[in-house]
């Protein structure tokens, strides 16, 4: 099985460790790709290393949605992978409804509620822009605050599965103890409401399709309604 | 008689072996390990839900070496006892990560995949 972890913090964004040692510890536990995020604007060329497949993920950080959509219409030319740092609706909502975004990171960080409802998730299939299930933010929060965030997470996987939106289970790692295995991040993703096998397509296929895809349009292989086969 | 008598297979609860490596700074004593895994079951999953996973620490297949172990658990709670140990960060003063390698249903399996201490007895096979 292909593990990926799209969201890892390197040096290179708020991360204490440099690219190769984050890389280094993925393939020790097992992880076939990790995508090393770059805040938008400062977007930076990641270099390749032997064994494991990296990916350029860019976060975009917006204020409100107007700005969103000219953040993702700018990065989409360079990254692999589009994140959205969540936790705003208006932002939420905005990141549902936009088919250049990969990925809406923590929706409800920072927020009683789940940040999430119906429509957003709507969106989120018809676009398929999947909802993140941050491992980071469950594994830094503690006693009555953990409970509040499972309950949310919970609720929205519940809404992903109701309308058959993709969900993806990320580390969220800001130092390399931080990284987990992808089977241990998919069994989180377990423990929220989905089947195991969904949980575990949370960590392998979902994000290795989104890669794939997104490889061919940055080479020039898939335009939009065109699709070269060799 | 003092003790109930051992119950029949068909009766006793089925079990997994969970086998983990312990990824970390520098060396780690099995007791702090233990002590570890033990708060982030009964933090993570709380007292209910760890009476059901039925945890027990196998201390003498334990590879202080390698730091290698293995846990046993209930059939059902694999999956608990999993996401549970991922939540283990430091242990002892060392931060680590607890990798689990494979889950058997055996302690002979266990040992043969993963521990690597085959039985002589087969050596020659």
């Known amino acids: ?23 280094h510890f993925a393939k020790r536990l097992g992880l076939f790709g990790i995508g090393i995020v770059s ?21 975009l950080k917006p204020d409100n949605a107007s700005d969103l959509n000219s953040q993702a219409k700018k990065a989409r030319r360079k990254a692999e992978i589009l994140l959205v740092h969540g936790g705003d609706y208006e932002v939420n909502r905005a990141a549902c409804e936009n088919p250049l975004i990969d990925v809406l990171c923590h929706p409800e960080l920072g927020r009683k509620d789940s940040g999430l409802d119906h429509i957003c998730v709507k969106s989120a299939h018809e676009n398929q822009v999947a909802i993140q299930v941050s491992f980071r933010e469950i594994m830094e929060s503690y006693k009555r605050n953990r409970v509040f965030i499972l309950s949310s997470m919970k609720k929205n996987v519940k809404l992903c599965q109701k309308y058959d939106a993709p969900v993806v289970t990320c580390s969220g790692a800001v130092t390399k103890w931080g990284m987990r ?3 241990e991040l ?7 409401g989905l089947d195991l096998g969904k949980a ?17 349009r940055l080479s020039g292989r898939i335009w939009e309604g065109v699709e070269i086969e060799q | ?85 991922s939540m283990v960060q430091v242990i002892g003063e060392a931060k680590c990560i607890i990798k689990i390698i494979g889950v058997t249903g055996t302690i002979k399996s266990a040992k043969a995949k993963y521990l690597a201490q085959s039985d002589l007895k087969n050596f020659a096979d």
């Open chain 1, 1 to 23: 099985m292909m593990y990926y972890d799209l969201e890892v913090h390197s040096s290179l964004s708020m991360g204490e460790n440099t690219v190769e040692e984050m890389a």
């Open chain 1, 39 to 59: 805040y938008f604007p400062d977007i930076v060329e990641i270099p390749k290393i032997d064994g494991i497949d990296i990916v350029s993920s860019v976060m």
């Open chain 1, 181 to 183: 295995s992808g089977r």
């Open chain 1, 186 to 192: 998919s069994s989180i993703a377990y423990l929220l």
């Open chain 1, 200 to 216: 575990i397509l949370t960590t392998s296929s979902i994000p290795q399709n989104t890669i794939i895809k997104n490889r061919d």
């Open chain 2, 1 to 85: 008689m003092d003790a109930p008598k051992i119950l029949p297979p068909s009766l006793r609860s089925q079990k997994r072996y969970i086998v983990f490596e312990v990824i970390s700074e520098g060396p780690v004593a099995y007791a702090d390990l233990t002590s570890a895994v033990w708060n982030s079951v009964l933090f993570f999953l709380g007292e209910l839900d760890a009476s059901s996973a039925k945890i027990w620490f196998i201390h003498n297949i334990y590879d202080e070496k390698a730091q290698r172990g293995v846990i046993k658990c209930a059939h059902d709670s694999v999956e608990h006892v999993r996401s549970a140990i």
